[in-house]
């Protein structure tokens, strides 16, 4: 009896240590999921207008005749000898824009070839530009004239645009933050929107009024009576109309609102 009373304490005993061993496996009650904070999507702009400051002017070279090859080293030779003048002038870049020939028909028969090349020219003070268009005038022809934000003036205004555009986006978010009913804010994510590089802006024909010639082109050789000047006073009037254009920087970004 007393063998048989250990045995049934034993397997109590073991039916105890069992149940616990269960009871201990389970898994805790996971805890209430904290509500994710409110956030607010924002974006601020700051925009401020700028002077065009760099000119660009395309120098063309073109020539007419039988054979393309001589027509070739023509405009090759005076393109190259107004580009190795312009990259010797402070403030001018310059470069080869490329050259092109194109045949020639009359009433649809084969009469020739015509050769074209250009030579752009970019610089911030139109004097030089002025300068090398009265020293090549009688070899070349003006084929274009435009304007532009120089890269120097669109970084520091965008720099500046940026440190403003900031200012607005925070007095955003604060303001955001009190009328919703909270007391502060926090930074989730932001990203800025630089605008892109900017093309020339061709000049208005009625800045050089009376310079174009029937093609389009203002014609660099002036007047025997006005010698190498008229060249100049082309370019300066057109250096005056460059007009202004308006760079915007925009920050958007999501802030977190706290109690």
Do not use: C, Y
Request: no cysteine; glycine share 8%.
């Amino acid at each position: 009896m007393r063998h048989l009373a250990s045995i049934a304490v034993f397997a109590a005993f073991v039916v105890l240590a069992g149940f616990g061993t269960a009871a201990s496996a389970q898994p805790a009650a996971a805890p209430a999921a904290v509500p994710a904070a409110p956030t607010l999507r924002l974006s601020a702009q700051a925009t401020r207008s700028v002077a065009l400051d760099e000119m660009v002017v395309v120098l063309a070279s073109e020539q007419e005749g039988p054979a393309v090859g001589p027509l070739n080293r023509a405009v090759l030779e005076a393109l190259s000898a107004a580009l190795a003048a312009a990259r010797a002038e402070a403030g001018v870049e310059a470069e080869f824009s490329g050259i092109h020939s194109f045949p020639v028909r009359v009433k649809d028969k084969p009469a020739g070839w015509r050769v074209r090349g250009e030579l752009t020219l970019r610089s911030r003070r139109h004097e030089p530009l002025a300068a090398l268009a009265t020293r090549f005038g009688d070899k070349l022809l003006l084929s274009d004239v435009r304007f532009r934000l120089s890269r120097e003036q669109a970084e520091q205004t965008q720099a500046a645009l940026i440190d403003e555009a900031g200012r607005a986006f925070r007095l955003k978010a604060e303001q955001g933050a009190r009328a919703l009913g909270f007391k502060g804010w926090e930074l989730q994510s932001a990203g800025i929107d630089l605008p892109p590089a900017m093309p020339p802006v061709p000049v208005m024909r009625a800045a050089v009024a009376g310079a174009m010639a029937d093609g389009g082109e203002m014609a660099m050789a002036a007047p025997s009576a006005a010698g190498g000047r008229a060249d100049a006073a082309l370019l300066s009037a057109a250096f005056a109309a460059a007009g202004r254009t308006d760079v915007t920087v925009t920050i958007n970004g999501v802030v977190t609102l706290r109690p």
